[in-house]
């Protein structure tokens, strides 16, 4: 007895030391409030989840995750518990994990989704990639009560430049709301390429969806260098429709951006009628700011409004994204038409007649119940009624905006452009120039500090964009991304209290590990500490 009593114990302390290989919390982005205490939970084969129908992503989400990380199916029971708490914030969750089991409070189903990335990242790594070859998992015991900063957490994407696949679009989707981002702003359109289709108008599948050479890696001061093939492709609407549905099952909203009336020569190049010299012109293979801008005649706004419409069934988003940026006047000074439209509407100059055609776009998607957003030259020559500015050169775009009363997400080049160079050594990949380490980003408050709190109130939140003119690959793409947006996710969902770059890089250099169970490359240098 004396012996099976031994043999007992020993199982036992076995089991306890096994069982302590739980997950330090190294939460990213960092939560409002975590408190630790000394024990865990472990889930296995036995444990059960319940919740009601309040709730159905996320309880799908985590059992999905647990089940092809680890082979073990959640039963029905009650250790796993998904509570629906009317207290709490729509994207608020309070996550507790104790001895007996795990309960997610939230008052949506998006809440409970936030609840469960974090938990996610208490779990193994190999859960992300099924490597993961224990019987249980053993979850740190924890409370951790979390709602984010901003409503708007983005990340963008430039399609046009280059283009990416279907399934790593997924991937990228996958990876914000892991951070809890919310928005997609997918580039969809510019001079280089225009990548969805639209059923209406055949030529822009035809040809605008394509240039004749891919410019590779020239600075200004270099000769151009074309690698002489043919480039280009598009998204089909069912690839559309497939990528708003996935990334609706995550919480993350896709707006779309068709530009107007500047980086708009792949279009031309299809219906010359859109330009102020209806002569055809190629899909830009440079890249730039380009003189073929649209012409504010009516073809073009029929063209435009069809387009829209299209848009419009594919992506149910609030707001559609007109572009607006970097649209030189050039061809409107010279053009009839466009000197007559001024007269005619009393407009000062051509920056008068932007605003006249944003605004006319404005009404359009207004009338089908959508709201605009653009790059801040929307401001310039007069801010359609409704419009939110994305602030891009700096932030007085902002600052104007939001004095008027206008709604504002914040992408400035200084602290949002992560097709900059992340460090100085000399064997950085090409990049469009600029500098932007992830200590900067970190460092990031996107409420300008000209603001007032109530004027404040107007900036909607941050995202980050990655152009591609210089990177052509995914794995590219995902190096100039990581681990800038694990500093951006910190900057739109973290307290500004919690925060701290030290304590942010250890738990940054931690998460490597989950990058790597998901094949996501990152820039490994970028962790010196100054002072
Ligand atoms: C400016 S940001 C642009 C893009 C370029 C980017 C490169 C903005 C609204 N327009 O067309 O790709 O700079 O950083």
Known sequence: KLIALFILLLVLVNCKDSSIQTIQPQIIPIPEVVELSDSFFTINNSTGIAYDNSFKVSPQFLKDFIKSGSRINLKDGKEIQFIRDENLGLEAYVLTVSKEGITIKASTDQGAFYGVQT?????????????????????????????????????????????????????????????????????????????????????????????????????????????????????????????????????????????????????????????????????????????????????????????????LDLFPSKYIHIGGDEAPKTRWKNCEHCQALINKEGLKDEHHLQSYFITKMEAYLNSKGRQII????????????????????????????????????????????????QSENDNEPLAIGGFLPLEKVYGFNPIPEELSTEESKYVLGAQGNIWTEYIPTEKHLEYMAFPRMLALSEVVWSNPKNKNYKDFVSRSENFHQRLDALDINYANHLYEIEG
């Open 374 to 421: 653009g790059w801040d030259e929307i401001l310039e020559g007069g801010l359609a009624p409704n419009a939110t500015v994305m602030s891009w050169r700096g932030t007085s775009g902002a600052v104007e905006a939001a004095r008027l009363g206008h709604n504002v997400v914040m992408t400035p080049t200084s602290h949002c452009y992560f097709d900059y160079y």
């Open 119 to 311: 938990l996610r990242q208490l779990m193994p790594v190999g859960l992300e990639n099924g490597t993961f070859s224990g019987k249980e998992i053993s979850v740190e015991a924890l409370t951790v009560k979390d709602e984010p900063q901003f409503l708007y957490r983005g990340i963008h994407l430039d399609v046009a430049r280059h283009m990416f696949s279907v399934e790593f679009i997924k991937k990228y989707i996958d990876a914000l709301a892991m951070l809890k981002m919310n928005t997609f702003h997918w580039h969809l359109t510019d001079d280089q390429g225009w990548r969805i289709e639209i059923k209406k108008y055949p030529r822009l599948q035809e040809v605008s969806a394509y240039r004749n050479a891919t410019l590779v890696g020239h600075y200004s001061d270099q000769p151009h260098q074309f690698d002489g093939k043919r480039y280009g492709g598009y998204y089909t609407q069912e690839e559309v429709k497939d990528i708003v549905q996935y990334a609706k099952e995550r919480f993350v909203t896709v707006i779309p951006e068709i530009e107007m009336p500047g980086h708009a020569q792949a279009a031309i190049a299809a219906y010359p009628e859109l330009g102020c010299k209806d002569e055809p012109v190629e899909v830009a293979t440079k890249w730039g700011v380009f003189e073929e801008i649209y012409c504010p005649n009516p073809k073009t706004f029929a063209f435009l409004e069809g387009v829209l419409d299209e848009v």
